[in-house]
Each structure stands twice: as C-alpha cells, then as structure tokens.
Nanobody, 129 residues
Framework: QVQLVESGGGLVQAGGSLRLSCEVSGRTFSMFVMGWFRQGPGKEREFVAAISRSGGMRRYADSVKGRFTISRNNAKNTVYLQMNTLKPEDTAVYYC??????????????????????WGQGTQVTVSS
C-alpha cells in the first residue's frame, strides 16, 4: 500500500519560513519523480515544485522561484519543501505527489497533476499579513 504522509504546515507571519516534509512508503522512493502542489481557497490545484529521482534537477512555478526549495533524501524516503519569505498568497493546502511512472526523467509534464497517481493528505499553510 502506497502512503504519502505530509507534515510541517502551520500558521506563520508574512516574511516567515516553514519546512514541509513528505514521507513515502510502499514504493521504491528513489525511482520516482516527486512533486509539490497547492490549492488555495476557491482556487484550482496548482504546481509548486518537482524534483528528479536523484535530486539533481528541480523545477519551480514562477510564483515561488527564489523563495522555495524542493529537496529529497532517498535514504529516508522523504521529500521536503523549504518555504522562505512567505506571502499571504502562499496560503493553501499543500500536497506532495508521486509520479505515476517509475524511472521517468523530470520534465515539463511534471507540472501537471494528471502525471501523479498518489497524493498525500495535504497540510495547511496559512500566512498572515
């Protein structure tokens, strides 16, 4: 059974930082591209960041470039999202996601949610102004 368990969300003031974690079980973690998405109030789910299997390549949404960093520890089956200089518009439920196919190279397709088939339960991030 595949499970993705997120942690690290919370309430923070604008300009602050949070670090999200997502631990994966039930799959050979190192074989899969991982992604982070978010869904704000009244909005559709949107891409935040993705990372290659080895962690050597990353992709980011323009809205978070320079502020967020995605990383992974394959020995711990965990992917992270370090969020700095948070803004009120970053308020959302954040989800980690597992690529639908093992062994793929990180590419543009990983910005689209239909390319992932397992998702975490979501963790709330609220940024106050």
């Amino acid at each position: 059974q595949v499970q993705l368990v997120e942690s690290g969300g919370g309430l923070v003031q604008a300009g602050g930082s949070l670090r999200l974690s997502c631990e994966v079980s039930g799959r050979t973690f190192s074989m899969f591209v991982m992604g982070w998405f978010r869904q704000g109030p009244g909005k559709e789910r949107e891409f935040v960041a993705a990372i290659s299997r080895s962690g050597g390549m990353r992709r980011y949404a323009d809205s978070v470039k320079g502020r967020f960093t995605i990383s992974r520890n394959n020995a711990k089956n965990t992917v992270y999202l370090q969020m700095n200089t948070l803004k009120p518009e970053d308020t959302a439920v954040y989800y980690c996601a597992l690529d639908r196919e093992a062994g793929r190279v990180l590419s543009d397709i990983h910005s689209r949610p239909e390319n992932y088939d397992y998702w975490g339960q979501g963790t709330q991030v609220t940024v106050s102004s």
